[in-house]
């Protein structure tokens, strides 16, 4: 079983909290105005719950445990809400969902992904999205977004492939 998601840059490290993590989402939407609806609120436990990135109908058949007449549609759009808003990140190359460490800020992070446990790290350091924004304005291109996802083995899957080994 791994370890709670634990995200370093320096001295700026997250301990996934789920229930501060829902407790500052729905601040952020009572400040911004935004309806946090039951069924949007209940994915995003769900996600929040989740130890690693979560596919959408993996959402749907925990969300119909509780709720017998989910569908896809319900699920993607309480999806698209809380990624508008920016409260999840989307993993395109695994087509999963992960709480945002920030869903307060605005902000674009790459991501460190297992490729053995399925694993998924923010990088909370914003000299890489600078960087990637610094060259395309270079080359005269306007970037409307950025994913940036790294696959590779975490030091946990390397230790315990390596203990295998010896």
């Not at 490729?115 to 060259?135: K, P, T």
């Amino acid at each position: 079983m791994h370890k709670p998601a634990i995200q370093r840059h320096g001295r700026h490290t997250h301990r996934h909290d789920a229930k501060a993590f829902i407790g500052a989402v729905s601040s952020a939407c009572e400040l911004r105005g935004l309806r946090l609806t039951p069924l949007r609120l209940r994915v995003l436990e769900l996600v929040a719950a989740s130890e690693k990135p979560v596919k959408a109908y993996d959402l749907l058949d925990q969300l119909r445990e509780g709720r017998g007449g989910a569908a896809p549609p319900t699920i993607y759009r309480a999806l698209d809400f809380l990624l508008e808003h920016r409260f999840i990140h989307k993993l395109e190359s695994v087509n999963a969902f992960v709480s945002c460490h920030h869903p307060n800020e605005a902000h674009q992070v790459p991501f460190l992904i297992c490729d053995v446990c399925a694993g998924a790290v923010e990088i909370c350091d914003e000299r890489v999205s600078r960087l990637l924004g610094e060259q395309a304005r270079e080359h005269g291109f306007k970037p409307r977004a950025q994913t940036l996802e790294v696959h590779g083995v975490c030091e946990e899957c390397r230790e315990a492939g390596e203990a295998v080994k010896q």
